[in-house]
């Protein structure tokens, strides 16, 4: 790393360790701060903006350095990053990663090699206490780490309790039975305006990908096998888009349409049976202001081919890292606000807190006491699924490959494609992309 930081890491650290929760920053006296001017700028996705700011705000607090928070739309973090860099501007000195695009932050260097910087405050990082199936596809790029897990992303299955009942159905444990019970809840109620399923189908790859890759995950696919070939024209993949465009036309109307924002609102107001959501859906059900489903709604894991739910896999959808700008100015000052977005106090802080957008990425945190008081029925599926949950590709080329399978799903969703099309379309642009 480059020496250039305006106040050193000394002072920074003065203090010592010992009031939140051992780590470094907790012990920091804010006086001795308050007299630089030195201000930090991050580069933060929207949904993720209520997590920033209590970061921010306690990192002010404790040592009198302003964070700026830049907010980003969701789908166009990284070309913000490389836009903002290419130009000269150099505004970030951190920047939030979609956890997919960390190969391409290193391979393109725009974010530093923070490998021998974690290794240096591993006791106040603790990088064991990271879920490591989430640490390690968030932060690795051939053998080093270039981020620090932020939100630790998976879905589960959401349904209505009060629907289901009223139906007299039961949840699905298997897929066929979800698009049997989707169809069957969209034929006895969409006069009502209520469909069987919130399908989330907007062509971005944070979204639409992540629909796909819970059958993906399910029935035995992975995106690329162990030699780093795709597998889009696999038996299991064609399986997997079958199933989803079975599903389309008895889901949320126009699902290519529907992105998260517009997918949480159709749950929420009880206008969907089942939808597929991020682990913190149980915190908006229960304490949004305009949820209409409060103690009527449960949650399983997601299903699976034959219904045995101890063979469910989650897959690893969206998740963020924070990495360190390769242009800051004030690396020092950079990284200590990075390693306290992602430390220990405030990964327990922002996963069981409404609003937050941040679903769990530390052991010691979803395990907590305030993140089971916070997302009770949740917590038992969440500590479960991100310890064995498939991982997206994280090569160089991962943001191109996905834009496409994004797109063609899309495609597919709108019924312009059939999935074997689809599938078949997808694995000669990935073919023709990775050689």
């Known amino acids: 790393m480059k020496s250039k930081p305006t106040i050193s890491r000394r002072t920074l650290l003065k203090s010592g360790s010992a009031a939140l929760g051992g780590t470094l920053l907790g012990g920091l006296a804010a006086p001795a701060l308050a007299q ?47 836009l903002d860099q290419q130009s000269g501007a150099n505004r970030y000195d951190v920047f ?27 006791a106040e990082i603790q990088p064991d206490d990271y879920i490591q199936n989430v640490y390690n596809p968030y932060s690795l790029y051939n053998g080093r780490r270039f981020g620090l897990p932020f939100d630790g992303d ?29 169809a069957r809840v969209t034929e006895q109620l969409k006069g009502d305006g209520v469909h069987g399923h919130s399908l989330i189908g907007l062509p971005v790859p944070l979204l639409n990908v992540s629909t796909f890759a819970n059958r993906v995950a399910n029935f035995g696919a992975e995106f690329l096998d162990a030699d780093g070939n795709p597998t889009l024209d696999t038996p299991e993949m064609l399986a997997a888009a079958q199933s989803i465009a079975e599903l389309a036309p008895n889901a949320s109307p126009t699902p290519p349409e529907v992105g998260y924002t517009e997918g949480l609102a159709l749950f929420l107001s009880g206008k969907a049976a089942m939808t597929e959501g991020w682990m913190d859906l149980g915190i908006n059900a229960q304490q949004d202001a305009d949820s209409k489903i409060k103690d009527q709604w449960g949650v399983l894991p997601l299903p699976t081919l034959d219904g045995d739910a101890s063979k469910s896999r989650a ?54 006491e305030a993140y089971v008081t916070a997302n009770a029925q949740s917590q038992p599926i969440v500590s479960v699924a991100l310890e064995n949950a498939m991982s997206w590709p994280t090569v160089p080329d991962a943001p191109q490959l996905l834009e496409i399978l994004s797109r063609d799903l899309a495609s597919m969703l709108a019924g312009n494609k059939s999935p074997e099309d689809t599938m078949k379309g997808v694995q000669r642009a990935w073919d023709r992309i990775l050689g």
């Open 96 to 122: 939030q990663c979609w956890y997919c695009t960390i190969g391409a932050v290193a391979a393109n260097g725009l974010g530093q090699d923070i490998t021998d910087l974690i290794e240096r405050d591993k």
């Open 154 to 182: 998976s879905h589960a299955l959401y349904y209505n309790k009060e629907i289901f009942e009223r139906l007299g159905e039961k949840p699905p444990t298997t897929w066929t039975e979800l698009n049997a019970i989707s």
């Open 36 to 82: 630089t001017s030195d201000e930090l700028t991050v580069m933060i996705a929207q949904p993720h903006v209520g997590g920033a700011k209590i970061a921010a705000a306690t990192f002010e607090e404790k040592t009198g350095v302003k964070v700026n928070i830049d907010v980003i739309p969701l789908g166009q973090v990284y070309q913000q990053v490389a």
């Open 315 to 368: 897959a690893l959808n969206a998740g963020w890292s924070l990495c360190l700008s390769s242009k800051t100015e004030k690396e020092e000052l950079a990284w200590e606000f990075l390693k306290w977005a992602s430390g220990v106090e405030m990964a327990e802080t922002m996963i069981a807190t409404n609003g937050t957008g941040i679903d769990p990425f530390r052991r010691s945190a979803v395990n907590s």
